[in-house]
């Protein structure tokens, strides 16, 4: 299997595309605040899983790429509320992404905590 076919990838990316769509129609002087950090964020979530995933011979790295990936859909829910807060987004789409960004937590834990079960030989330190 290759990165991509990873569930947690597969929803991350979705997750940065729908957030790439509603963030157009963002307030032009929101581009270099909000709208670049919150797709910056959201993106990174799927790169430090690709990432990860071509580490996984190295398990340390494993599963610190996951970690960076954790805390990028951490940074990605704080962007959120901002655009929450800011009325750019409705309370039902910002529920909608909240839900899938805990999803996606679930998720990159679960391979935290088993990096066998990614193809991860030896143990992390």
Not at 49 to 77: C, M, Q, W
Not at 110 to 122: A, D, R, T
Request: hydrophobic share 35%; charged share 30%.
């Amino acid at each position: 299997m290759e990165f991509h076919g990873l569930e947690a990838y597969q929803k991350a990316f979705a997750m940065a595309m729908e957030i790439f769509k509603i963030t157009k129609d963002f307030p032009k002087e929101e581009k270099y605040s909000l709208t670049d950090q919150i797709r910056r964020s959201s993106r990174s979530v799927c790169a430090n899983i690709a990432e990860a995933y071509r580490t996984r011979n190295y398990p340390t790295h494993f599963v610190r790429k996951l970690t960076d990936s954790d805390g990028e859909n951490s940074e990605t829910l704080v962007w959120l509320n901002f655009a929450l807060a800011c009325e750019y987004i409705s309370k039902s789409k910002f529920q909608e992404l909240v839900d899938e960004n805990k999803s996606i937590g679930k998720l990159i834990n679960y391979m935290i905590l088993n990096p066998k079960k990614f193809g991860c030989n030896g143990e992390a330190n």
